[in-house]
């Protein structure tokens, strides 16, 4: 086993986190309103994309929602630029980043980013080492969700020995149907 199993913190865990970070501010946003901004309401899953993955059709109700001094905008641009920690190369200007993005959480008046805040500061030195070695345990998270689907579509196996013949036949890349000779 690596010694690095289980230290490199996968990019994907980290924005799964955003999900519901986005879907608590734009609901606290939605109750402390007088006014129900339909916009907020409706905006649910523009929050959820990257500025630069965003669709054409979103990209003016973003950039009206951004002008507004809205809790779930504010949640937004923290996020979009943490996305920019991955690109260091070096360690040190990797948690000089950090540091700087952490102040500005801790500062903000965001109950669920200092949340995010505290847990990514409790796992620093496993981000710090992605940007050290570049790898991550994505293959692996691959394969192992490929196996539990074989898992479940075969409703269970008779023994250990069927369902190891089951894993290396679909996961091995063996062809179904040999080129004859």
Same mark, same amino acid.
């Given at each position: 086993?690596?010694?690095?199993?289980? $230290?490199?913190?996968?990019?994907?865990?980290?924005? &799964?986190?955003?999900?519901?970070?986005?879907?608590?501010?734009? %609901?606290?946003?939605?109750? /402390?309103?007088?006014?129900?901004?339909?916009? @907020?309401? !409706?905006?649910?899953?523009? &929050?959820? #994309?990257?500025?630069? /993955? %965003?669709?054409?059709?979103?990209?003016?109700? %973003?950039?009206?929602?951004?002008?507004?001094?809205?809790? @779930?905008? $504010?949640?937004?641009?923290?996020?979009?630029?943490?996305?920019?920690?991955?690109? #260091?190369?070096? @360690?040190?200007?990797?948690?000089?980043?950090?540091?700087?993005?952490?102040?500005?959480?801790?500062?903000?008046?965001?109950?669920?980013? !200092?949340?995010?805040?505290?847990?990514?500061?409790?796992?620093?030195? /496993?981000?710090?080492?992605?940007?050290?070695?570049?790898?991550?345990?994505?293959?692996?998270?691959?394969?192992?969700? $490929?196996?539990?689907?074989? $898992?479940?579509?075969?409703?269970?196996?008779? /023994?250990?020995?069927?369902?190891?013949?089951?894993?290396?036949?679909?996961?091995?890349?063996?062809?179904? #149907?040999?080129?004859?000779?």
């Amino acid at each position: 086993m690596s010694p690095l199993a289980g $230290k490199c913190r996968q990019r994907a865990k980290i924005s &799964w986190t955003w999900r519901k970070i986005s879907h608590d501010c734009r %609901l606290t946003t939605m109750k /402390n309103r007088a006014s129900r901004d339909w916009r @907020v309401l !409706r905006s649910g899953l523009i &929050w959820l #994309y990257r500025e630069e /993955n %965003l669709p054409d059709k979103h990209r003016p109700t %973003l950039e009206a929602l951004k002008a507004t001094n809205l809790k @779930v905008a $504010k949640a937004w641009a923290m996020k979009e630029s943490l996305s920019g920690l991955w690109n #260091y190369l070096s @360690v040190g200007w990797a948690k000089r980043f950090m540091k700087r993005w952490l102040t500005w959480v801790r500062k903000s008046d965001l109950p669920p980013m !200092r949340k995010v805040g505290e847990m990514l500061s409790r796992h620093m030195d /496993n981000i710090l080492t992605f940007c050290r070695h570049r790898i991550t345990n994505g293959a692996a998270e691959g394969l192992n969700s $490929k196996i539990m689907a074989i $898992k479940r579509r075969a409703c269970g196996y008779r /023994n250990r020995e069927q369902f190891k013949t089951a894993i290396y036949f679909f996961c091995g890349g063996l062809d179904r #149907y040999p080129k004859q000779a």
